[in-house]
């Protein structure tokens, strides 16, 4: 009996009792499933390039972050990030924690090592994650001393002057 691992599996069986003529050979595409994360602005549910997570096989508290890791990625155009082949036996707990925001983007508040079980076969385990544009912070200080000056007013204005 041959067996080939890989993205496609190959089983070929030969028995002696069967002439060579008689093989059988049977091709066999494993159920892997994947995990999608969706990076999107909390508010207008537009998605958002650019942010960096950090996934591992294993919780990295408990077992470290070295030969753990599955990599960091970087959300697409499309806002997505997508770890494929993963199958429930061998990878079922995926870590994963966000390393960095998009740009103009906070950083989430609860920016924690959080994870997703992969329990089926040929599945897409989908996961939505928020994020507040920065808003910006308007101080006025005395220039000689850097104290804060109490009572300033602010005009905030688009590109065209409105």
Known sequence: METTYGKQNTV???SPMV???NKIGVTYEPAYSELKL???DEDTGEVL????FQFWYKNPKEHGCENNSL???????????????L?????PIIYYKELEAPAGYELSSDSSVE??????YNQV????????????KFVKKDLAESQLLAGAEFKIYNEDNT
Not at 49 to 52: L, N, Q, T
Not at 125 to 136: A, G
């Open 12 to 14: 070929t069986s030969t």
């Open 19 to 21: 002439e060579a003529s």
């Open 38 to 40: 969706l990076k999107q």
């Open 49 to 52: 390039e650019g942010a960096r």
């Open 71 to 85: 990599g960091v990625f970087s959300t697409d155009a499309k806002g997505e990030i997508i770890v494929a082949e």
């Open 87 to 91: 199958l429930p036996e061998k990878d």
């Open 115 to 120: 994870e997703v079980n992969i329990e089926d």
């Open 125 to 136: 385990y989908e996961i939505v994650y928020n994020n507040k544009k920065k808003v910006p």
